[in-house]
C-alpha cells in the first residue's frame, strides 16, 4: 500500500526537532482528522532555508510528507520553498494512497504557515503566500501541542 520511499521516511523521518529562535515557526491541524504539524525553519539574510525541522502529532502518511518537505525545502530561497506543494512531496516519495492524500497538505500548509510567520516578523510581503487557513498558532501555547 505505501512505496518504500513512504515507509523509509515514516520509519526514519529526517529534520524531527525544533530549531531554536527559528526565523519562522508554523502549525497547522488537519480538520479532517485533528492532526497537528508544526515547521520551523531558518531563513538567513539572504533569504535562502538553512534549516528546516518538524514535529508532527500526526500518522505515518503525515510523518512521511513532512520529512520528505523538509529535506526539499532545505537551502532553497523562499520561493523556491513556496514551489514544494503537496503534490510536490508526493511525487518525490512515489505516491501515497489517495485516503492519505489529505496527510499531506499538512506539510504544504505547514511550511506555509512558518513563511508566513517569517514574513510577518521581517515586516516583508512574500509574493504568491496566502495566510494558511488552518494555521492554529494563535491561541496555541507551547504546552499545549
Ligand atoms: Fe491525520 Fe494523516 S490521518 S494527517
Same mark, same amino acid.
Given at each position: 500500500m505505501?512505496s518504500?520511499?513512504v515507509m523509509?521516511?515514516?520509519?526514519?523521518?529526517?529534520?524531527v526537532?525544533?530549531?531554536?529562535?527559528?526565523?519562522?515557526?508554523?502549525?497547522?491541524g488537519n480538520a479532517?482528522?485533528?492532526?497537528?504539524?508544526?515547521?520551523?525553519?531558518?531563513?538567513d539574510?539572504d533569504?535562502i532555508i538553512r534549516?528546516c525541522?518538524f514535529?508532527?502529532f500526526g500518522?505515518?502518511?503525515?510523518?512521511a510528507t513532512?520529512s520528505?518537505a523538509?529535506e526539499l /525545502?532545505?537551502? @532553497?530561497? *523562499?520561493? &523556491?520553498? %513556496?514551489? /514544494?506543494?503537496? @503534490?510536490? *512531496?508526493? &511525487?518525490a %516519495?512515489?505516491g501515497?494512497?489517495?485516503v492519505?492524500?489529505h496527510?499531506?497538505l499538512?506539510?504544504?500548509e505547514?511550511?506555509h504557515a512558518?513563511?508566513?510567520?517569517?514574513a510577518e516578523k521581517k515586516?516583508?510581503?512574500i509574493?504568491g503566500?496566502?495566510k494558511?487557513k488552518?494555521d492554529?498558532s494563535?491561541?496555541?501555547?507551547?504546552?499545549?501541542?
Amino acid at each position: 500500500m505505501y512505496s518504500e520511499k513512504v515507509m523509509d521516511h515514516f520509519q526514519n523521518p529526517r529534520n524531527v526537532g525544533e530549531i531554536e529562535n527559528a526565523s519562522g515557526v508554523g502549525t497547522v491541524g488537519n480538520a479532517k482528522c485533528g492532526d497537528i504539524m508544526r515547521i520551523y525553519l531558518d531563513i538567513d539574510d539572504d533569504g535562502i532555508i538553512r534549516d528546516c525541522k518538524f514535529k508532527t502529532f500526526g500518522c505515518g502518511a503525515a510523518v512521511a510528507t513532512s520529512s520528505m518537505a523538509t529535506e526539499l /525545502v532545505m537551502g @532553497k530561497s *523562499v520561493q &523556491e520553498a %513556496l514551489q /514544494v506543494t503537496n @503534490k510536490a *512531496v508526493m &511525487e518525490a %516519495l512515489d505516491g501515497l494512497p489517495p485516503v492519505k492524500v489529505h496527510c499531506s497538505l499538512l506539510a504544504e500548509e505547514g511550511i506555509h504557515a512558518a513563511l508566513w510567520d517569517y514574513a510577518e516578523k521581517k515586516g516583508i510581503k512574500i509574493e504568491g503566500l496566502e495566510k494558511p487557513k488552518n494555521d492554529i498558532s494563535e491561541g496555541l501555547e507551547e504546552e499545549d501541542y
